[in-house]
DNA sequence: CGAAATACTGCAATATCCTGCAAACTTAAA
DNA sequence: TTTAAGTTTGCAGGATATTGCAGTATTTCG
């Protein structure tokens, strides 16, 4: 087995346990503990998981225990939020997953807001109860504890049985040639099911995620329709992405 | 068990109750009193929490203060909760429901119990990501704002396909004659659902709602094999159901 | 005050971690 | 194919961290 196969193993282990020891890691990849211990270490220096003794935590904590001013980057977050408002109407149907830009987005919709609002996002679905007029269907499948959303075969079919009017992604990493990618597989299945549900995808992003690149592809950046950031459309950085036919806000 | 993982639970605890013993918590935890004592001095230290003598106190900024004094009934909640913890052993498949009985269940989980969970519940998913060693599925469908549960056809089904070792029914109702029944027509087909899908049929109960009755009838009451209550199994209100052929805790 | 519970101190046992090193493996050029 | 440099891995040892226990001190409460 690759160092690299066995380092996102320990990876999708940490982001579906959000924690892992270095007992079992050796157990089951049948390798010493010093090894995994020096992948611990190398994960934990560049920022993947944070190291303990006796194995490692993931470092991103439940967004629903978040407070606001804990959230990275949040006030530009809030901003892309505000902007994206305008996109949604009275009855349509909307798929939304997870992430800390989609629950500030959730958090500022109109209040009159009449829609119908499909999500795998727990702390999502708990913002979205403050809004009486909005119709919450959650998409059940094996909850992952770290991020909260649910994954796997079951949320994807439930997906495919679906035409939504709009789709909100929130969006890990986006780039002109690789177009949308992720960092768990699983997720990103989801996410590239999600796409296909709904006749308009808005993909919600930082201006620090244009143009970086993860594992894992989602879909083309031709099956974007719009894309929100917290920069001026105006700006430079934005230029590719219009002429490649997005909508720019 | 990792040190911080310890470390997350007494918080969560401190959370939940605004107070803990350090006795208790040695036996939640399984490791000495000497260990807890040197875990709240750290995560008192760290401001954390308040160390008091015999426990700790929740700091008083902390917003889940006001939780508990919310439900009804809590103290006799938490000591049915309690005396329902045995039946449950690790491989177990578990289906629960909502309720606060059943969100107080799944806060004193043994935190080392290796089980999977399936559940209609916001707050009950929510909590269960506390526990390292759960394996959560969430039933997904129309949620229903006041209740935080999914209910309708879709769960319904989901719960059709399953064939659970244990069902854990927070109840609102019981009654000799009526069985269970609930004020909600939807949850009430739902919870039939989650009787029919489970070798064993546990009701969590505080007593106030015995001999009660709502207008729609889940189950039998045969149907249910176990009853959980915060009064003493030999209480003469629990004469008649030990008659009928309920085990009672 | 006195009993019981809780807390602190120092110590020993165990588990985990780190360092340096050599063997095994990989890569790429000769 | 061979060689040489670099990388990865497991192991030995000594260092550090964590935990439980025993003995003693302190707090609580009737």
Redesign the pocket.
Known sequence: ???EE?QNFILNEVRAHSRV???EL?LQL????????????ELSDTGHLR??????MSTSLNPYHFKDREIYAHEDKVLVAKKATPLFEDGQVIIMDGGTTNLELARIFHPNLKATIFTNSIPIATQLTEHPHINIIFIGGKLLKQAQVTIGMEVIQSLQRLKADICVLGTRSIDLKAGISEIDWEEAQVKRAAMAAANQVVSLAISEKLNTVQPYIVGDINAVHTLVTELNPDDNRLQPYHKAGLDIL
């Open positions: 087995m690759l160092k066995r020891l270095s007992s050796s049948n390798v010493s503990e010093d090894t995994i211990r020096r992948d611990l270490k190291k303990v003794h006796g194995g490692a």
